[in-house]
């Protein structure tokens, strides 16, 4: 299985290249199919490779609290990542990552 980057260093482009990848939140003994929606570049930063944001697609149901949860993509080492239900849309619930 492959690393992760240190979450310091994670870019845009880390997630871009596995987008579509096969991906699971794990939380509370379950796991639920996650599928990046979105990655926006967001305004200027000091963090190397700049800020950006990440969402998420989930199922309806269950919901997920804001906290610091497990992804796991296929082919990759778990990555904990802190994430925040920000609405739905047709195809389930939507949570945001932001890097910052």
């Known amino acids: 299985m ?3 980057p240190a979450l ?5 482009e880390d997630f871009e290249t596995r987008r579509d990848r096969k991906l699971h939140l794990a939380a509370g ?3 639920m199919p996650l599928e990046i929606t979105e990655i926006t570049k967001m305004g200027q ?11 998420f697609r989930g199922p309806a149901e269950p919901v997920v609290d ?3 949860h497990c992804l796991e993509f296929e082919g ?7 994430l925040v239900p920000v609405g739905e849309d047709a195809g389930g619930r939507l949570y945001e990552a932001v890097f910052g």
């Open 2 to 4: 492959n690393d992760w």
């Open 8 to 12: 310091e260093i994670l870019t845009k």
């Open 29 to 31: 003994g379950e796991t």
């Open 45 to 55: 930063s000091q963090r190397n490779g700049g800020a950006f944001s990440v969402v």
């Open 66 to 68: 804001q906290a610091v």
């Open 76 to 82: 990759m080492k778990p990555l904990e990542i802190f």
